[in-house]
């Protein structure tokens, strides 16, 4: 059985900043900073997995969409914060 190398990546990046959203070029980009040359179709495979398997979440941005680990409110709700310019803003998470 092949090891999946590619989301234990993943999850590591997204667990260190929980509840922050970042897009797919920003988590490529910083693999490639971390020497970690993975291609950008084992990136996308394994963040789809990942969401099936619900440990992420994605949510759609003005223009593109920012994958994390969402945090909870006190009411139960889930979101993320997204930088989509020049202030951080929170996002509710599709239930």
């Known amino acids: 059985m092949?090891?999946?190398?590619?989301?234990k990546h993943i999850m590591e990046l997204l667990?260190?900043?929980k509840g922050r959203g970042y897009r797919f070029g920003?988590?490529?980009h910083?693999?490639?900073?971390?020497?970690?040359f993975h291609n950008q179709s084992d990136i996308w495979k394994n963040l789809l997995f990942l969401i099936e398997q619900k440990?992420?979440?994605?949510?759609?941005?003005y223009t593109r969409p920012?994958?994390?680990?969402?945090?909870t409110r006190a009411d139960g709700s889930q979101y993320l914060t997204i930088n989509q310019g020049f202030e951080d803003e929170e996002i509710d998470v599709d239930q």
């Open 30 to 36: 910083v693999f490639a900073r971390k020497g970690r």
């Open 55 to 61: 440990k992420i979440v994605k949510v759609q941005g």
């Open 2 to 7: 092949p090891k999946r190398i590619v989301d």
């Open 66 to 71: 920012f994958y994390g680990i969402p945090l």
């Open 15 to 17: 667990g260190m900043h």
């Open 26 to 28: 920003t988590i490529f």
